[in-house]
């Protein structure tokens, strides 16, 4: 097993300095020096097996001796990808919370109407089939094992990656520490959040018909009438079109093309559900 030093996890801390933070904002339960240690094992594991594809490969040119430099620069890049894991699971974790963070933060101020305390409306409200619902179970539960409840609060608002999340939290850690009711803070911001989410709305709704447009031009119709100008110019010529390998690469670039106007879509879209 690879061990991590304490210089090594020093080295660590200074090229990555937010990575203990990130893995927590990324709920992943776990150290810097195991997850450190996890990252280097699959990047030697991943370089290995590439160095030894290539090292077969040039083996009958006498080259063998760059799967060395190839090894110290496989292991490079996928140590610096598994490095970022934790962003990549920051961004799940906010999509997550944003996409449904008004469904239990109603149901938190409907239970403290009706009289419940804090804590026995968080864990309520985390069996609820809402996504986000489970986060406020989860401060719940660490009141439940001894933490402090202003301590549990002013945790989760540090270590969430969700503004909105954060922003339904603060009220509640304003009203524990003046002793001011927390229905009213939480009912404001909760007027607020959703004031905040139908601009967002709005503003997609500006962006989606600029959008759509470029997306008939690049995505639809340059492609479609590319394809069959491309196929007729060389049937002109003479030149024997044939389905594989040239009009098979043009389909897998539309294909990616199509790809990517979806990716930008959907990162263009609001992820709240008023």
């Known amino acids: 097993m690879i061990k991590i030093t304490e210089e090594s996890e020093a080295f660590i801390s200074k090229v990555f300095p937010k990575l203990k933070e990130n893995l927590r904002k990324a709920q992943m339960d776990m150290g810097v020096s195991v997850f450190v240690r996890k990252c280097v094992v699959m990047s030697i594991i991943f370089a290995l097996n590439v160095s030894v594809i290539f090292f077969l490969i040039l083996l009958k040119s006498g080259l063998y001796l760059l ?15 598994c490095m970022n894991i934790p962003k990549f699971n920051m961004a799940k974790v906010r999509q ?6 008004f469904t239990p933060s109603r149901m938190l101020l409907t239970l403290l109407e009706s009289g ?27 009141i439940y094992v001894g933490k ?21 939290l603060e009220p509640i850690k304003k009203s524990l520490k003046t002793g001011t009711d927390i229905q009213t803070n939480l009912l404001a911001t909760l007027q607020q959040l959703s004031e905040q989410k ?4 709005e503003q997609y709704e500006k962006r ?22 491309l196929v007729l110019i060389l049937s002109v010529i003479g030149f024997k079109v044939e389905f594989f390998p040239a009009l098979l690469v043009l389909l897998v670039l539309i294909l ?16 709240v559900k008023l």
């Open 256 to 271: 990616i093309l199509q790809l990517f106007f979806v990716k930008i879509f959907q990162n263009t879209r609001p992820l």
């Open 208 to 229: 989606l018909n600029p959008l759509s447009m470029f997306y008939m031009i690049f995505g639809t119709v340059i492609p479609a009438v590319g394809v069959v100008g």
């Open 148 to 168: 402090n409840v202003d301590q549990a609060i002013e945790d989760a608002i540090k270590y969430t990656p969700s503004d909105s999340f954060r922003m339904v």
């Open 67 to 81: 799967t060395i430099p190839l090894f110290i620069f496989f292991f490079i890049i996928i140590f610096l990808i």
């Open 116 to 142: 419940n305390s804090l804590i026995s409306a968080m864990e309520s409200v985390s069996y609820t089939k809402a996504k986000s619902s489970k986060y406020f179970g989860k401060i719940a539960s660490e």
């Open 198 to 201: 139908v601009v967002e709305i």
């Open 96 to 101: 997550e919370i944003e996409s449904d963070i």
